[in-house]
């Protein structure tokens, strides 16, 4: 079988084509993600630490991925890029999707009360809080 050929370009001019502008704003929004995220005070651990593990594992996952194409490793790795190009953006699509279903059900708890059996009314996210989920949600 004759090595796959690469079709997308090397160096600056990968950021020229469409996949290259993907994962740049994936860097671009990934890290908008974990700064929106780290800037609550986390009322669930649990689906907003799934939330950060997606977005710092994307973002530096994306940063590989550019640098293979910025500094040519990809001529020089027999691998089918295209493909691999489909699959990485096909997979960070798969989980930053989900990331976004578990931040925006935590956005949705913004009325609950954080503690059921008490009279006081403190909410789970507080008003800024709730600003800053629903956009990281987005």
């Given at each position: 079988f004759p090595p796959p050929r690469v079709t997308l370009p090397s160096g600056l001019e990968i950021l020229?084509?469409?996949?290259g502008?993907?994962?740049?704003?994936e860097i671009l929004f990934g890290t908008i993600v974990w700064i929106l995220v780290a800037s609550t005070q986390i009322p669930l651990p649990?689906?907003?630490?799934?939330?950060?593990?997606?977005?710092?594992?994307?973002?530096?996952l994306s940063i590989v991925f550019l640098s293979v194409f910025l500094f040519g490793y990809a001529n020089r790795i027999?691998?089918?890029?295209?493909?691999?190009?489909?699959?990485?953006?096909?997979?960070t699509f798969v989980f930053?999707?989900?990331?976004?279903l578990l931040q925006a059900a935590t956005t949705s708890l913004h009325y609950f009360p954080r503690k059921f059996n008490s009279t006081t009314q403190d909410r789970i996210l507080s008003?800024?809080?709730?600003?800053?989920?629903?956009?990281?949600s987005v």
């Open positions: 020229r084509t469409f996949s502008a993907v994962i740049f704003l649990l689906l907003q630490g799934w939330v950060m593990f997606v977005a710092v594992t994307a973002w530096f027999a691998l089918n890029w295209n493909q691999a190009d489909f699959i990485f953006h096909g997979a930053y999707f989900g990331a976004f008003g800024r809080e709730y600003n800053i989920s629903i956009a990281a």
